[in-house]
């Protein structure tokens, strides 16, 4: 079974960092491209960055550039979010995704995590 | 970025009635080379993940019940329920994955009326 658990949010201010984990069982991890998603509170849903199985290639969604860096340890069938100075409008749920081969679909989601920036 | 935009932002349909969302991309997510338009429905229900419902804009990913169906091409696609159950009451997006900048749409609230 394909399971992903996010962990690593809280309280943090702005200004501040904080680092998301992702951990995968139930697939060959580094078989696949991965995603981060937000969803802030009561809002959409906002694709944040992709990285490939190697992590040779990285993706962002341009109001995170140059503060967030996707990362990932295929010997720990991990992936993370590091996130530097953060914003009040970083405030979401984070959500680890599976990009499906072939198609770029996201077919499996973690429960998510929850980040709040505020002072 | 390709813009996504849905209509309705909101929807109330009464039990048994077919519930039809729209989904519009700025620019075409389909890619000539396979003739596959890179576009995808998912459904999110109140305190859950989102969950996969259809990609290539008409493929039903396995056990999604099929009064969910997708159709549509290029820019204009429609997410349709045939006959909507009481469980189908979430939000839905769409999302094109044709450019490596992954958009979604700013979702549709599906209401039963």
């Known amino acids: 079974e394909v399971q992903l658990v996010e962990s690593g949010g809280g309280l943090v201010q702005p200004g501040g960092s904080l680092r998301l984990s992702c951990a995968a069982s139930g697939f060959t991890f580094s078989s696949y491209w991965m995603s981060w998603v937000r969803q802030a509170p009561g809002k959409g849903l906002e694709w944040v960055a992709n990285?490939?199985?190697?992590?040779?290639?990285?993706y962002y969604v341009d109001s995170v550039k140059g503060r967030f860096t996707i990362s990932r340890d295929n010997a720990k069938n991990s992936l993370y979010l590091q996130m530097n100075s953060l914003r009040a409008e970083d405030t979401a749920v984070y959500y680890c995704?599976?990009?499906?081969?072939?198609?770029?679909?996201?077919?499996?989601w973690g429960q998510g995590t929850l980040v709040t920036v505020s002072s | 970025d390709i813009v996504m935009t849905q209509s309705p932002d909101s929807l109330a349909v009464s039990l048994g009635e077919r519930a039809t969302i729209n989904c519009k991309s700025s620019?075409?997510?389909?890619?000539?080379?396979?003739?596959?338009?890179?576009l995808a429905w998912y459904q999110q229900k109140p305190g859950q993940p989102p969950k996969l419902l259809i990609y290539?804009?008409?493929t039903r990913e396995s056990g999604v019940p099929d009064r969910f169906s997708g159709s549509g091409s290029g820019t204009d696609f429609t997410l349709t329920i045939s006959s909507l159950q009481a469980e189908d009451v979430a939000v839905y997006y769409c999302?094109?994955?044709?450019?490596?900048?992954?958009?979604f749409g700013q979702g549709t609230r599906l209401e039963i009326k």
């Open positions: 290539w804009a008409s």
């Open positions: 999302q094109q994955y044709y450019s490596t900048q992954v958009t």
């Open positions: 995704a599976r990009v499906r081969a072939v198609a770029g679909t996201l077919d499996y």
């Open positions: 990285i490939k199985q190697d992590g040779s290639e990285k």
């Open positions: 620019q075409s997510v389909l890619y000539s080379s396979n003739n596959k338009n890179y």
